[in-house]
Structures are given as C-alpha cells and as structure tokens.
C-alpha cells in the first residue's frame, strides 16, 4: 500500500471518529435541554463546537441557554462577535431580547427593525419595545393586528398587555375613545379599573379593583400558592385602591393602606417606590422626617427601568418639594435641574425653583425666574409681588401679560386699582376690555357679570357714556333681567327718546306700588334695619283704629292682679317695721360690736399676793353701777330715722380735715 492510500484511510477514520463525537454530543445537549439543565447544556453545545466549530444549532443552543440562565450580557456578547457573524445572522430574535432585557430598547428595536421578515415573535417582542418606549399609540395598533391574526393559549396574556397599553393611553388622554375588555381575568380587571382610575373616575374603578383583588387571591389559591403568595400578588391592586381613595380626598384610609403594603415587605421595587412617594404627598409639611426615609426608598438604583417617565417625573417633583421643606435649597436646585433635563418640565422645575427662592427671602430672583419662563407662571410672579404688598408692580405686569382680559385677572385689576383709588384706569381697563370682545357676540352675552361691574367702575369714574355702553352690554346678556333695564334707562340720560322706548318695556308703576310698603319707607327707624322696620309696621298695624263698631266686638283684657306674699312670721294685728327695708347697719336698734379690753396681768411668775387679789372677782363686792347694769330695764328707741343721724354725722364731720 503506497503512502496516498495510507493518508486516505487515517482522513477516514479521523471523519468516522468525529461523527460519532459529534453524535454523542448532540445526544448529551438534546438530553440536557430536555431536562432544562441549562448549564450542563452549555457545556455540551461548547463541545459540539469545539469537535465542528460552523455547527448553526449549536451556537443557536448555547445562545439560548446563556438567555435561560440569565446572562444576557454573555449572550449578547456572543452574537455580537465577528467571527460568529455568519452563525448569528438568523438569531435576530436572541439579540434583540438580550437587548431589550440589557434595558437597551432603543438598539432592540433597531436589531427588530433590521430582520427581513417580521415573525410572530418579532411582533410580540417589538410591541414589548414599544411599550417600553412609551410609543403606545405603535404598541397599541400592533397588538390589535397580534390580537386580530393569531389564536393560541397565549390569547389572554395578549389582551392584558393591549389592556395595560390602553391604561396608558388613557393617561395622556382621557377623553380619547378606547376599546374595553371583558374582566375573565384579574389582570384585565386591574388594567380595567386602572383605565378607569387614570380618566378620573376613581368611585367608578373602586369597585372593579376590589373584584380584581378578590379574584387574584382565588386564582392564586387554585394554582397551589400560599395566602401570603396571593397577598403578594394582589400588593399592586390594594396600592391602586390607596391611590383612588387618596385622589377622592379619603388620604387617611389611603394612608392605612399604603402602610399595610410596605410593612409586608414586597419583593417589587416599582411597587415600594410608588407607595412611599405617594405617603410623601399625604405627609406635606408635617412629619418630614419620615417622608425623607420614604423619599430614599421611591428613588433608589435601578427604578429608571422599571417606572415609566411620567411616574419618575412625579417623583422628582415631590423630591424638589421635599427640599424645600427641609430647607435644603441647594439640594432642592439639583432636583430642578434633573426635572428640567430629565423629563423636559422646564416650567415645573421653574416653579419649585422659585418658591425656594421666596422661602430664602430673595423675592426678586423669584420673580425674574418666573418671568424668564413667561405663560402661566406670569401670574405666579404677579402673586409673588402681591405677597410683597407691591400692588403697582402687580397691575402693570397683569396689564402688559397675555391673560389681561381673561375674566378672573380683569376681576382682579379691578379690585386692584379701586383699592388704590384709581377708578379713571378702572374704567379704561374696562373700555379696553369691551373693545377686545365687541365682535364676538357669544362672549359679550357670556361675561355678563363683566358688564355689570364695568358699569359700576364707569360711574366711580362719571363716565356717564361708558356706563351707558356696559349697561347695554348688561342688558343684552341679560334680556329678562328688569333691573338692568331699568339701569340703562337711567344710564341713557343723553338720550331720552331711546330712554323712553326702553322703559317701555319696564313694568307699569302700579305693579310696583302694590309691593311697596309706604308707612315702613316713612318709618323713622328704617336706617336701623329691616328687623326693627318690621317690629315698627306691626307696632302700627296694632295701634292703627279699625273701622267703626269693630271695639264692639273686641273684649278688653283685664289686668291679672297678683296675691301679695308675707313672710312666714308675719303678725298682722301689729304694724310693720318702718325700717325692714334698710340694711341693719342703718337701723336705730343697731350698735356695733365692740371688744372687751380686760387688764392684762404683766409682770413675772413671782408676783405679789396683793396684785393677785387685785384681779380675784371672788373677794370683791359688788358696786352700785355694776347692780343698776344687771338689772333688765329696757330703754326706750330713739325716733329719729337713719337719714337723720346721718345728715347729723355729716354736719360734724364738715370741720374735720381728710387725710
């Protein structure tokens, strides 16, 4: 056997052994994948392509395994390699959601938008892309084409994502026309009472809520899980609930609510961050100490990709107001920057900014910043000034700004310049206002309470021809309204012929004459208010004579005569006591108490026999005038009353002088 023929044989047996490696591979690798042992399987389909390294489904099988252990990253790596080019050009799909799980979903859909055909699963994947995009008009009208052209037991997982796309839609319009769907599952329930929520119906999405929490907890239990697995999953729905009771004003069973969630602990991190932003808001200005601890767990790492931007937003707005709270300017500057570049609310972050600014005193930067940024925040810098107590700077920036004529600010330059006693630009400002909405019919009916005003504005001013005009104005917004006819008549005092065709159309005075009362117009007390007026009129009707005879039949009332009272000891056979009704101390019997003085013995213990027997009454006699007092005389009263003893003390006390 020559040397070519010995090198052909060795290349066959080579070729033979590595089919039969190549054989026993994939019969490891299929093993593996059927019993979803992914890592053994990547060990597997690693030697499939060491032993033939241009083997497509092997590659395919180790992309697959890298997305089944999670580790994108390494698969996106793979696929994105050179050398694996030509093995990679079909595995659009594995790149796209290696892509899209990497939270890169500007490149998945551009990777989508690259394959030359759009499968099934590219569709599924590119609504997911959209979605997180935040393009739900796109995401909606795939899903509904998904919806339309496929039937496989993934229908209902479809119609509560399309549900999920028409929540969102409803957000930014409420008022738009979008399609509802029927609550077989508590996905779609929850999706149908958030829809309800976001268009402002909260009482309406209440109960839609509480149904889908109840069958949550039940489909739960049906597939095995444990009531604290279903209380886990139905977190999302009670937080939902919290969020309408909060928007219907009821922030103490909201706040109970949002409470219970956080102490379960939820593994969800979009769900912890909206509860406790939310429990911020409730909070305001009080407790601000633990709305801080709640403001670090709503804005912690890695919720950008899990919240879409009108809820991050949010957050960055209450963290601005938080900041100020705390009194943290700067801080509260940082969070207005991140609003204003972030998510584009230039006006908003203005805002926050320069009520920072008011609290720090400079009230000045506050107004230049509000300026700078025009529109509606024009009047938050007019307020600004107002709280400042510079009225004239007030009015002359409302005056110069684009809501000069809109009803409220003209209400408000009014009350204004009467304030200052301006009434001459009053009146102008009143003249500018009917110039501006002369042409347009419907609005000159419409602001009727304008006119009304304007009038009085032009009479402060005597502008006799401008009060005209409003009262014009007035009466053809108001063609039933009697009184401001009335006024126009007496306003069209230059020209009575139309006057007096006008007043033709008022009531006859008769009518008039009849609801008049003239003896209360007469009354002298009807600058004292109707309740006195109306006590007078009776007060009349009472006094006034009936007709003649009428005493006849009236019966006079006789007076009601009372019994006399007596005290219980009354003795009436004797005369009454002239002075009972004189205090005692003003009575002739009275006499004052007076102490009795007795000779306090002094002197030491040792003292004489003689002065003890002194003060012994036992050894003494008794005297004359100490007889005549025992005895039980009784002396006779004094006649003279009480007024005449004291005009008595005043005559001797005259010459006496005062201390």
């Not at 402060?460 to 104005?473: K, M």
């Not at 003003?586 to 006499?591: H, V």
Request: hydrophobic content about 35%; aromatic content about 6%; glycine content about 4%.
């Amino acid at each position: 056997m020559s040397t070519v023929e010995l090198s052909l044989v060795c290349c066959q047996k080579m070729s033979a052994n590595k089919e039969t490696n190549l054989v026993q591979a994939y019969v490891e690798l299929n093993k593996f994948c059927q019993s979803s042992d992914y890592e053994r399987a990547l060990k597997a389909a690693g030697k499939v392509l060491q032993i033939a390294p241009n083997e497509q489904k092997a590659f395919h099988c180790k992309v697959v395994c890298f997305i089944q252990l999670h580790n994108f990253k390494e698969a996106l790596t793979v696929l994105s390699n050179t050398k694996n080019a030509a093995l990679a050009a079909d595995l659009v799909f594995e790149k796209a959601y290696s892509q899209y799980r990497l939270n890169c979903p500007k490149e998945a859909l551009e990777t989508v938008d690259s394959a030359h055909e759009l499968t099934p699963a590219l569709k599924e994947l590119r609504a997911q892309i959209l979605y997180r995009l935040e393009q739900y008009q796109d995401c909606y009208n795939l899903y509904r084409d998904i919806v339309k052209n496929t039937t496989d037991d993934y229908e209902d997982e479809r119609k509560a994502n399309m549900s999920a796309v028409v929540a969102n839609l409803a957000a930014i319009n409420p008022s738009a026309d979008l399609p509802t769907f029927e609550e077989s599952t508590y996905e779609l329930s929850y999706n149908a009472g958030t829809t309800l929520a976001l268009r402002g119906k909260y009482s309406e999405a209440l109960p839609v809520l509480k149904r889908a929490e109840q069958a949550c907890a039940e489909s739960v239990i049906e597939d095995g899980g444990t009531e604290e697995e279903a209380k886990e999953e139905a977190a999302i729905i009670r937080v939902q609930q919290a969020y309408c009771q909060q928007q219907m004003g009821k922030e103490k069973e909201a706040a109970s609510l949002y409470q219970n969630v956080l102490k379960d602990k939820p593994s969800d991190q979009a769900l912890i961050a909206i509860a406790s932003n939310n429990l911020v808001v409730i909070n305001r200005d009080t407790n601000v100490f633990d709305s801080r601890k709640r403001m670090k767990a709503a804005t912690q790492d890695g919720l950008e990709h899990k919240l879409n931007s009108r809820q991050r937003a949010s957050i960055a707005y209450n963290q601005a107001i938080l900041a100020i709270y705390s009194n943290q300017p700067d801080f509260c500057k940082q969070c207005c920057v991140k609003l204003s570049r972030e998510f584009n609310q230039e006006r908003r972050a203005a805002l926050v900014e320069a009520s920072s600014l008011v609290k720090e005193g400079k009230r000045a930067q506050a107004v230049t910043l509000l300026l700078k940024h025009g529109g509606l925040l024009t009047l938050a810098a007019a307020q600004v000034l107002l709280a400042q107590g510079d009225r004239k700077a007030a009015v002359k920036l409302l005056e110069e700004s684009e809501f000069k004529y809109r009803p409220a600010i003209i209400g408000l330059l009014c009350t204004l310049l009467t304030a200052d006693n301006e009434y001459e630009k009053a009146s102008k400002l009143f003249q500018d206002v009917y110039e501006h909405y002369k042409d347009d019919k419907e609005k000159v009916l419409s602001l009727r309470n304008i006119w009304r005003a304007a009038a009085e504005a032009h009479q402060r001013a005597n502008n006799t021809a401008a009060a005209a005009i409003a009262h014009e104005a007035l009466a053809a917004a108001a063609p039933g309204d009697k009184r401001s006819l009335a006024r126009l008549v007496k306003a069209l005092v230059g020209d009575p012929d139309r006057a007096r065709k006008l007043a033709a159309g008022l009531p006859p005075i008769s009518e008039l004459e009849s609801k008049i009362d003239v003896d209360a117009l007469e009354s002298s007390k009807w600058m004292m208010g109707a309740k006195v007026v109306k006590k007078t009129v009776q007060s009349k009707q009472e006094q006034s004579p009936g007709t003649p005879g009428s005493e006849l039949g009236q019966k006079t009332k006789a007076k009601r005569k009372r019994k006399t009272k007596l005290p219980p000891n009354a003795d009436l056979s004797r005369p009454p006591d002239p002075e009972r009704w004189l205090p005692k101390y003003e009575r002739t019997a009275y006499r004052k108490r007076r102490g009795i003085r007795r000779d306090v013995i002094k002197g030491s213990q040792g003292m004489t026999t003689n002065a003890v027997d002194q003060y012994d009454m036992s050894k003494q006699t008794p005297s004359a005038t100490a007889t005549a007092a025992k005895s039980p005389r009784v002396e006779p009263k004094s006649m003279d009353s009480a007024w005449q003893r004291k005009q008595q003390q005043k005559k001797k006390g005259k010459g006496k002088g005062k201390w």
